[in-house]
């Protein structure tokens, strides 16, 4: 863990690329880790829920962090995503976290448990990694009002970060901002940075989108903070009718486009894109064309 600043501003969540064969294409996933270094992405996660690691096996999702974490040699910090099945896998992704070296993990209670089960797992995972912990915090996944949120920052020294993803996202992060004051270092958004002006006037100060848009996502942010809020809000409704469309198959296409990703394979098969979605993305993409860093979009 060598990164001892303060993780703030936007984190890109990697997906995770396959190959015909459906084991992980480790080109791609570095490819696609260089690509949020040299976009101004100001950190990475993987694998959460873009990355889908609930298709996951155990061993290559440990062994595919110390790739990501080789290809980024320290030039961001890097989060592994360690939410699994159970409360045992989560804490044992957790020590190989720390065995990896990542700079930061994040974890959602299993699906189908509580908010007791929740509390519990977040205070077992300070007995796993020393360093700093992230509460992901979902519908679906034993979602934590924001006075038990508080209650684990107060127990559990190494709880130094909060994403905040129950919906709609801007009054909850304002409920977690108010319950945990400074406590925390930085409240995250989610849900693809759809809603990341209203997040950051309720108090969020990161965002946590899929990698494809990151670039121009931390403009928004960057803008914001040096007080163009004006500007900031004129990009983001530029972008957002692609937010709007995002879903996995947009992902892996948007990142083919920009010279990223060169497999649009799935471990479960969506529908895809079929040309008049291929269509509609071109269009929505003139507006955003010019104002990316690098990596421009290429044709469809």
């Known amino acids: 863990m060598a990164y001892e600043g303060v993780l703030r501003g936007v984190f890109g969540l990697l997906p995770t690329p396959y190959r015909t064969d459906l084991e992980i294409d480790g080109d791609d996933l570095r490819a696609t880790a260089r690509f949020c270094c040299e976009t101004g992405q100001q950190g990475i996660v993987w694998p959460v ?7 996951l096996g155990e061993e290559e999702r440990t062994r595919n962090l110390d790739l990501v974490l080789d290809e980024v040699g320290g030039h961001v910090p ?10 045992p896998q989560t804490l044992a992704y957790a020590r190989a976290g720390q065995e990896a070296g990542a700079d930061a ?49 107060e127990d559990i020294p190494q709880i130094e970060y909060v994403k905040e993803e129950r919906q709609p996202g801007p009054k909850h992060i304002g409920e977690v901002r108010r319950c945990v004051g400074d406590g925390v270092k930085t409240i995250f958004g989610g849900a693809a940075g759809k809603f990341l002006p209203a997040e950051m006037r309720q108090g969020a100060d990161g965002c946590m989108p899929a990698c494809e848009f990151g670039d121009l996502l931390a403009i928004v942010m960057e ?66 064309a010019d104002d990316v860093r690098g990596y421009p979009f290429g044709p469809e």
């Open 223 to 288: 803008r914001w903070s040096d007080g163009d809020e004006d500007g900031a809000r004129e990009l983001h409704r530029r972008l957002l009718p692609l937010i709007n469309l995002e879903n996995h198959a947009l992902i892996r296409y948007i990142l083919r486009r920009r010279g990223v990703m060169t497999s649009m394979t799935e471990r479960a098969p969506s529908p895809g894109l079929d040309e008049e979605d291929r269509k509609e993305i071109s269009t929505l993409l003139a507006p955003v």
């Open 78 to 87: 890097v989060v592994f995503g360690c939410s699994g099945v159970s409360v």
């Open 105 to 153: 993990v994040i974890a959602m209670a299993p699906a189908r448990t509580n908010a007791a089960v929740a509390m519990d797992m977040f205070r077992r995972l300070g007995d796993a990694f020393d360093g700093p912990i992230m509460v992901q915090n979902a519908g679906g996944y034993a979602p934590l009002t924001g006075e038990q949120i508080a209650q684990l920052v």
């Open 49 to 55: 829920m873009v990355g889908e690691f609930y298709f």
